[in-house]
């Protein structure tokens, strides 16, 4: 089994998945390992909110143990850090980091860590009530490990990460986002497990078909685009194919395509919304506000906070 490793867009750092590696590396040790008052040693407490979408954050410590648990909701593990099994009554699935787990409803279920690699989780949980009018939906989705390629991997996480991040916000729309954002999940969870029984999966004979199918998809998903590697191995070409044939049909080169449309987006959502300048940020894809704000001036010439400003006083006018 192919183990992917998670890379975070880090818009107007670098093309290189070597230094993507090593930034989520540092980032992982920082928040995880150097805050030992955040390790467990028990799993958390699942209390379902009543709009039935929960995402928590476990940090297991290496004392960490687990009875036997079912519930009944969905519940998908995506692996930030470590290694481990979890336990099905019939079978053991190994895990490690960068990957999605499974675990449909009513099913029981325990995790054992490597005894040198305890883990860290984003735990999200769906309340079956949401699947009342497809009930068939959730026997499509099998217990264990989710076949998934590096870019869909990244996605996982960006909506992992946008969930949690909602779920602290007070914004009106925050209920229904995160439905929608859990939905989109258990859509790629099915997509997933269609393509590995479809196998072997035809590819586009036609590269160019491929790639213009890409950039439509792009100019919507773009905050979920991870690495130029990632991207190329989606489509199942080389990087000196993809390399070529993107900028042969967007007229530009893959970083700075994702890097407008992030920008534009941002004009967007300065310009019709009301929300903070970080949270804008982040929805674009951008993992700190000093990178957000360098590439908003250098495509736009001023500051996003001068051009909410502007937008803001010509509106008046």
Not at 43 to 65: I, N
Not at 150 to 163: E, K, P
Not at 256 to 281: D, W
Request: with cysteine.
């Amino acid at each position: 089994m192919v183990i992917h490793h998670i890379i975070f867009l880090q818009i107007g750092q670098t093309e290189s998945a070597s230094l993507s590696v090593r930034l989520l590396s540092n980032f992982l040790n920082s928040t995880f390992v150097s805050d030992p008052s955040r390790l467990t040693d028990k799993p958390l407490d699942e209390v379902m909110p009543p709009w039935g979408v929960l995402v928590l954050e476990s940090h297991h410590s290496p004392q960490f143990t687990m009875d036997w648990r079912e519930h009944e909701f969905l519940k998908l593990l995506f692996v930030l850090r470590g290694r481990g099994v979890i336990e099905f009554p019939n079978r053991v699935t190994h895990f490690q980091h960068g990957e999605l787990v499974a675990v449909p409803p009513g099913t029981p279920n325990r995790i054992a860590d490597a005894p040198d690699a305890a883990s860290s989780l984003y735990i999200c949980c769906i309340d079956r009530r949401h699947f009342a009018f497809a009930s068939q939906t959730l026997d499509q989705i099998p217990a264990g490990v989710v076949p998934t390629s590096g870019y869909t991997a990244g996605r996982f996480a960006t909506q992992l990460r946008r969930i949690r991040h909602l779920q602290h916000s007070q914004q009106k729309s925050r209920n229904v986002a995160m439905i929608g954002a859990a939905y989109r999940m258990v859509e790629w969870v099915i997509d997933a497990v269609e393509a590995l029984e479809n196998q072997p999966k035809s590819l586009a004979n036609d590269d160019r078909e491929a790639m213009e199918d890409y950039l439509r998809r792009l100019a919507t998903e773009f905050y979920e685009a991870t690495t130029i590697d990632d991207a190329a191995k989606s489509l199942g070409m080389s990087r000196r194919t993809f390399t070529r044939l993107f900028q042969d049909i967007a007229g530009e080169t893959w970083l700075t395509h994702v890097r407008r449309l992030a920008v534009n987006h941002a004009k967007h959502q300065l310009a019709q919304t009301g929300l903070s300048i970080a949270s804008i940020a982040f929805e674009c894809g951008f993992n700190d506000l000093s990178t957000f704000y360098r590439q908003f001036k250098s495509q736009t010439g001023v500051s996003p906070k001068a051009y909410r400003r502007d937008v803001n006083a010509a509106a008046k006018k």
